[in-house]
């Protein structure tokens, strides 16, 4: 069997293997006490980091779980809605997991714990139930850094702190949101990206060229995939560069996918990199349907992606190594106003797709966008060198706490004036 054909199912193997390991801890729990918790003994912590979705866009949350399982002083909980999310993150997180399906039991929680920050890694609609505890300080921190339309939400009003990467993000919030306090958003780069995660695959002599493409999204205004337009030509140009190895890193909806465009470019393209793999076993292509996309940018030296946050970890990373963009609605002015990385990086559209395996070639043997990249790193990543990210996240999440705290104090005293004038 194919490595294509074996990682398919991994995702949803995955979840039934820690539904059947959680479901012993599960029974513990009495009738009357929460779900996931015993209401009588909630330890207290600092943050609260909210998740209140299906297994499906876990991705969301586990990206961020590594940057607090890293914090000792800043004691952190994960509080989960969904019991299939609760059982699926068994085992696979060093902080504790709190399955609170019910809000009166939310707000018993947060009560109890005491919890200084509540962050939340996406706009779920019951990010609004938790919003309605007053005693800690409400931060969106979003899951990537893209230039996708999604990424700015009128939500973005409701909670205390907005954290983005950089300059992009700030001006991406002011050209999209009306009536919004740009003072609400916080440059703290992307933390993530400074975590020590491994090499996804071995070293190779030739190049590597990863094809990393995005889902189809909600609706069509959210639909940057390039899987159904230019998948299997990307796929094939790739292969036809001599001497190197190719890798196929789809976004983790793809694979389940019910776009009938997006399910047949996919299907077409595992073919193409079964015939490639059988034919010539020493290139190491490989399909990874699984595992952290930032160790597969690690070896990565020709990326090419859609407008996702892939394409920015890649200008991060490795701003030295080309990058290649795609553009499913052919339009140069509006790609290059809604996604300036596109200024740093070869197009593939309507026009180009036909020439991609010249261009390709081209690209590998004079990078003449290179100096730009490093340009475009700066815009949207304020600058920040590896490392420095964690740095000022940390520091801007302790002086929200700080602040939000003491604004709560002087509250408290000024009730107690009144109430004793």
């Known amino acids: 069997m194919s490595e294509a054909r074996q990682s398919d199912g991994a995702i949803a193997r995955f979840t039934k293997k820690a539904a059947r390991a959680a479901s012993n801890r599960l029974r513990q729990y009495g009738a009357g006490e929460a779900d996931g918790f015993d209401i009588s003994d909630v330890p207290s912590s600092d943050v609260a980091i909210y998740f209140a979705d299906m297994p499906l866009k876990l991705y969301q949350l586990t990206q961020w779980l590594p940057v607090f399982e890293g914090r000792s002083d ?20 060093t902080l504790q997991v709190l399955l609170v ?14 919890f200084h920050a509540v962050i939340y890694v996406n706009n779920g609609w019951t990010n609004f139930q938790s919003l309605s505890f007053q005693q800690a300080v409400h931060i969106h921190v979003n899951h990537g850094e893209s230039d996708k339309i999604c990424m700015v939400s009128n939500q973005a009003k ?84 001599p001497g190197a190895r190719v890798l196929y890193k789809p976004h983790p909806r793809v694979a389940a996918s019910r776009d009938a465009g997006v399910a047949a470019g996919h299907a077409d393209i595992l073919r193409q990199m079964d015939r490639a793999t059988a034919a010539d076993p020493s290139r190491g292509h490989a399909v990874l349907m699984d595992g952290d996309v930032l160790g597969v940018i690690r070896s990565t030296d020709l990326m090419i992606a859609d407008v996702s946050s892939v394409s920015l970890d890649h200008l991060y990373l490795r701003p030295e190594a080309p990058l290649v963009i795609t553009d499913r609605r052919t339009d140069r002015q509006r790609l290059l106003e809604d996604a300036p990385i596109a200024a740093g990086a070869h197009v593939i559209d309507q026009g180009t797709i036909d020439t991609l395996s010249q261009d390709l070639s081209s690209i590998l043997a004079d990078d003449a966008l290179r100096n730009r990249r490093y340009e475009l790193r700066d815009f949207y990543f304020d600058s920040l060198a590896e490392g420095q990210s964690t740095e000022r996240f940390w520091s801007e999440l302790s002086d929200a706490i700080h602040h939000h705290d003491a604004a709560l104090r002087d509250l408290s005293r000024v009730r107690v004036i009144e109430e004793n004038a």
Request: charged letters at 25%.
């Open 158 to 241: 409701a909670y205390d702190k907005v954290f983005v990467a950089g300059e992009a993000a700030v001006r991406r919030h002011a050209a999209a949101l009306a009536w919004f306090d740009p003072t609400h958003l916080v440059r703290v780069g992307r933390p993530q990206l400074d975590l020590p995660v491994p090499a996804a695959v071995p070293a190779f002599a030739g190049p590597t060229i990863t094809y990393a493409p995005t889902w189809e999204g909600e609706d069509d205004a959210n639909n940057y995939t390039s899987i159904d337009r230019y998948g299997p030509q990307i796929i094939a140009a790739a292969l036809a560069q």
């Open 101 to 114: 399906p019910r809000y009166e039991d939310l707000m018993d929680l947060y009560d109890r714990a005491d």
């Open 74 to 93: 800043m004691r952190t909980i994960v509080v989960v809605r969904n019991r299939e999310t609760f059982e699926a993150l068994q085992g696979h997180t």
